[in-house]
T-cell receptor
Framework: TQLLEQSPQFLSIQEGENLTVYCNSS?????LQWYRQEPGEGPVLLVT?????EVKKLKRLTFQFGDARKDSSLHITAAQPGDTGLYLC??????????FGAGTRLTVKP | DAGVIQSPRHEVTEMGQEVTLRCKPI?????LFWYRQTMMRGLELLIY????????DSGMPEDRFSAKMPNASFSTLKIQPSEPRDSAVYFC?????????????FGSGTRLTVV
């Protein structure tokens, strides 16, 4: 059983569409991070959210941390083929031990 | 900085053989993590070190797995004897003291195939 549940598991969309992926848990986290992983490479950190209700934007990506710090969402506007990859969320109970969700595998078709 | 460096990138070995995976963390990072990634189980934390000392090895699957960090710039993960179910991508990651806010830097991984 995953501590962090990510949905959907797979998502395939056309270039230009919007999408939202979710990361949910029954646990409270001190912080939550989103990573993107491309084939043959390790995950790369996109953002860290710390405060309940926090919203962060990174160009076309919008990240939100739930008020209770148990869940998070990632919204991508006008998706591009370069957004294709595995999106992972990771939660920290203390400052150093991160646990990862299984990820959402996104494919953006030209 | 060259980032976290792992070697080899690919390893194919026969069941029963010893396998050693290597990792060089980012200079100045005092935390080092070993993860295993499979399609079925995702990213699993195996063990992590702080200042070269193992802090939590509860994720190590069994006694066939061992990890060492003899100094701040080098760590190994050893599997002896290897089994087909150990086939996975093994990642090393390092971080400074504020992992919860600054995150991990991952290496490119070692793809292990045990036949």
């Amino acid at each position: 059983t995953q501590l962090l549940e990510q949905s959907p598991q797979f998502l395939s969309i056309q270039e230009g569409e919007n999408l939202t992926v979710y990361c949910n848990s029954s646990s409270v986290f001190s912080s939550l991070q989103w990573y993107r992983q491309e084939p043959g490479e390790g995950p790369v950190l996109l953002v860290t959210v710390v405060t309940g209700g926090e919203v962060k934007k990174l160009k076309r990506l919008t990240f939100q941390f739930g008020d209770a710090r148990k869940d998070s969402s990632l919204h991508i506007t006008a998706a591009q083929p370069g957004d294709t990859g595995l999106y992972l969320c990771a939660g920290a109970h203390n400052n150093n031990d991160m646990r990862f969700g299984a990820g959402t595998r996104l494919t953006v078709k030209p | 900085d060259a980032g976290v460096i792992q070697s080899p990138r690919h390893e194919v070995t026969e069941m029963g053989q010893e396998v050693t995976l290597r990792c060089k963390p980012i200079s100045g990072h005092d935390y080092l993590f070993w993860y295993r990634q499979t399609m079925m189980r995702g990213l699993e934390l195996l063990i992590y070190f702080n200042n070269n000392v193992p802090i939590d090895d509860s994720g190590m699957p069994e006694d066939r797995f061992s990890a060492k960090m003899p100094n701040a710039s080098f760590s190994t993960l050893k599997i002896q004897p290897s089994e087909p179910r150990d086939s996975a991508v093994y990642f090393c990651a390092s971080s400074g003291p504020w992992t919860g806010t600054h995150g991990y830097t991952f290496g490119s991984g070692t793809r292990l195939t045990v036949v």
